[in-house]
């Protein structure tokens, strides 16, 4: 089970799924509600992991599946070699 907390311009979503794709896309948000830059922390038991995503690569993972399922990935490669 993957817990992400994304923190953006005052805001905190918080979302728990199978997968972090899942996770990712159950947050909804879509990429004209992304006003600044955040901080997704992605959790799995005792792992976590957080990353600094800029405006422009946030807008572009809530407005495009194809960008949200790599970032899921590769968020899912650096939780796991933590």
């Known amino acids: 089970m993957y817990k992400i907390t994304l923190q953006t311009a005052g805001k905190e979503y918080i979302e728990s ?3 972090i794709d899942l996770v990712l896309e159950g947050l909804g948000l879509e990429w004209h509600d992304i006003k600044a ?3 997704i922390k992605v959790e799995n038991g005792k792992q ?3 990353h600094l995503f800029y405006l422009k690569q946030l807008r572009r993972i809530f407005g495009n599946k194809l960008t949200r399922g790599l970032w899921a990935k590769r968020l899912q490669i650096l ?3 933590k």
Do not use: D
């Open 37 to 39: 830059k955040g901080i």
């Open 79 to 81: 939780l796991e070699a």
């Open 17 to 19: 799924a199978e997968t």
């Open 48 to 50: 976590s992991y957080e």
